[in-house]
């Protein structure tokens, strides 16, 4: 037997956007207020016993306030759940912004052993 795969996807081509602004360093930074968790669930029917118990994600009223675009809500508009993907573009960017420092501190220590 085969394994399946899982793609997660959003329709993400160009034609489908406007107003397209890079996302600024601010908004990357906030993935680092986000609070990461531990977890057990509470109906553990819903998710088979192996799943259940000693999950990590966050909160989904705690991310709210840091990421809004990542949560989805309930019928009452209450925060529910949350889309992980939509951190992604937040991750992507604070690694770039954290290897352009590794490689400036980097240039910096050459230039300092060389002096």
């Known amino acids: 037997s085969s394994a399946g795969t899982l793609a ?36 553990k029917e819903n998710f088979g016993d192996r799943l ?11 991310l709210n306030e840091i990421i809004p675009s990542a949560v989805l809500y309930d019928s009452d508009w ?8 939509a951190m992604v573009p937040h991750l992507v960017k604070m690694v770039q912004m954290q290897q352009k420092q590794i490689d400036e501190l980097k240039a910096e220590i050459q230039e300092l052993k060389n002096n």
């Not at 601010?26 to 680092?32: N, Q, R």
């Not at 259940?52 to 705690?62: C, F, L, N, P, W």
């Open 8 to 43: 997660i996807t959003t329709s993400s081509s160009r034609k489908y956007k406007e107003n397209i602004q890079p996302i600024t360093e601010d908004e990357a930074k906030k993935i680092l207020d986000v609070n990461i968790v531990s977890f057990n669930y509470i109906n």
């Open 78 to 85: 209450q925060p529910d759940a949350v889309d992980y993907a």
């Open 52 to 62: 259940a118990d000693g999950r990590y994600g966050v909160i989904a009223e705690e």
